[in-house]
């Protein structure tokens, strides 16, 4: 009787012990999980910033995602996100008006500011932010990573009306690196506030593109060759500008260019990579001293400059206007 007495006492314990281990197991797997997001297309996303310890939910076990973005939300997602640093000792009082030096947001509007993210002095880190605000700043945020390449299309945005230059330029960024996908009749909706999903969307894109493009050192330097090249810039239409890069003293008209890519640095910097074409093994050229020249676009109030590919014989002679 004892023994029945003491094996129903243990198995009543082990019952026990099994249902505080499952218990335990189930907190652990809903720690990275958001109750709100099952089904949502930006569950997995979303769920892996949060593991990640990029971004948190508005409660323990709640994301919101139809919620609107604040600044202090999209400054510390961007912040944390792409990993910015302050680059000097300061304190957010010393640049913002509305930000207070001890609230939980303050070392990363100070982060954002010392690299390079416009946030006018009287931001208000509470109001609410647009889809076109948050995408000005993302991007600028990857621009402080270093420079990284696009294959630039100029994409029509049916909405863009809204946006200002620097906005403009931002979206073109985006949309062409495929961290942003327009809309229904390439509408974006500058406007209208963020959402709490939508942001985190864009900010896994974007975290997952300075992983994979973005190189440690900021980006490698072509090295020095001999072709003569120049750049010239034209307003093709508003917000975009035609860019001619041409190269001289090629050897003859057989020679032609190609545009590899285009990389994007900060203060609206654009380098331009290319290549020279072989001439057609088939045909006979005149031994003459020829040009070339290619066609690019790039979004308003850009720069460039043109640099050969490694492996491209000739030196870059780089110059640019708008006309």
Not at 19 to 36: E, H, K, P, Q, Y
Not at 143 to 150: D, E, I, L, M
Not at 218 to 233: I, R
Request: charged content about 15%; some cysteine.
């Amino acid at each position: 009787m004892k023994k029945n007495q003491s094996f129903q006492m243990n198995a009543k314990k082990l019952t026990i012990a099994c249902s505080i281990l499952a218990a335990s197991l189930s907190l652990g797997t809903s720690a990275f999980a958001f109750s709100d997001l099952k089904g949502h297309s930006a569950e997995a996303k979303i769920n892996t910033l949060h593991k990640d310890g990029i971004i948190n939910g508005v409660t323990s076990d709640k994301f919101a995602p139809k919620s609107k973005v604040t600044f202090a939300q999209g400054i510390q997602f961007i912040v944390s996100g792409l990993q910015l640093s302050p680059q000097t000792a300061g304190k957010a009082s010393d640049y913002f008006d509305k930000v207070k030096d001890k609230a939980w947001y303050a070392s990363a509007f100070v982060a954002a500011k010392q690299n390079g993210l416009s946030l006018d002095k009287t931001v208000d880190p509470n109001s609410t932010m647009t889809r076109a605000q948050f995408a000005h700043l993302l991007t600028q945020a990857l621009q402080s990573k270093g420079n990284f390449p696009v294959t630039m299309m100029f994409a029509n945005i049916s909405d863009g009306s809204k946006l200002s230059t620097a906005e403009m330029n931002s979206l073109q960024i985006l949309v062409n690196t495929h961290i942003v996908t327009l809309e229904k009749n390439n509408t974006f909706r500058p406007s209208e506030a963020v959402t709490r999903g939508e942001a985190a969307v864009w900010l896994f894109d974007a975290v997952k593109f300075a992983k994979e493009v973005i190189e440690p050192d900021g980006g490698t330097t072509a090295p020095s060759y001999n072709y003569e090249t120049a750049v010239k810039l034209e307003k093709a239409a508003d917000g975009v500008n035609k860019v001619t890069v041409t190269v001289s003293n090629l050897p003859h008209p057989g020679y032609g260019l190609s545009i590899d890519r285009i990389e994007f640095g900060k203060n609206k910097t654009a380098v331009i990579y290319y290549s020279v074409t072989q001439p057609d093994p088939g045909k006979s050229y005149a031994q003459v001293i020829s040009a070339a020249s290619v066609v690019t676009y790039l979004p308003e109030g850009y720069t460039a400059t043109a640099q050969p590919v490694t492996g491209t014989a000739g030196s870059s002679v780089s110059s640019s206007s708008v006309q």
